[in-house]
């Protein structure tokens, strides 16, 4: 009996999106670690400014941890932070970089593994940055 020939299968090939195309929304940044937006907040229904304020770090955590593609930082890694001005509202600014040593300003688990993401994040993101850093 003969054996049909099985066609070539000519697939598309699949386009990648960036991770900044990925991840537009918190709820795309939990997307991209597996976690469940609903239920990733300490607070379900924050009451108080302190509520509000740790739903917001733990946000900025996940968006972190989302657009580093889950490499966690270090103090030995090159890190990058957004920068902003108050004197005039909040405004975005620029980026800085933090080295070797720790501060407030450059704690790993908020900061970012190039100045594109951490510019990036510092204006997709700034409402969240407001709450933490107003």
């Known amino acids: 009996m003969k054996q049909a020939k099985k066609m070539p299968v000519t697939e598309k090939p699949v386009e990648v999106k960036s991770i900044m195309e990925r991840v537009k929304t918190f709820e795309d940044a939990c997307h ?13 229904n924050p009451e ?3 509520e509000e304020y740790m739903n917001a770090i733990m946000q900025l955590r996940i968006i ?3 657009l580093n593609e ?3 930082l270090t103090l030995k890694d ?7 001005y ?13 080295g070797s040593a720790a501060s407030t ?24 940055y407001k709450v933490v850093c107003a």
Do not use: M, N
């Open 32 to 44: 991209e670690v597996k976690l469940d937006p609903k239920s990733a907040l300490p607070y379900e």
């Open 48 to 50: 108080t400014e302190d």
């Open 64 to 66: 972190s941890r989302a």
């Open 70 to 72: 889950g490499k966690r």
């Open 78 to 84: 090159a890190r990058w932070f957004p920068y902003y």
């Open 86 to 98: 108050v004197s005039s509202g909040f405004v975005f600014h620029d980026t800085r970089y933090g």
């Open 105 to 128: 300003a450059s704690a790993s688990a908020l900061c970012f593994k190039t100045s594109e993401l951490a510019e990036y994040a510092g204006k997709q993101f700034i409402d969240i």
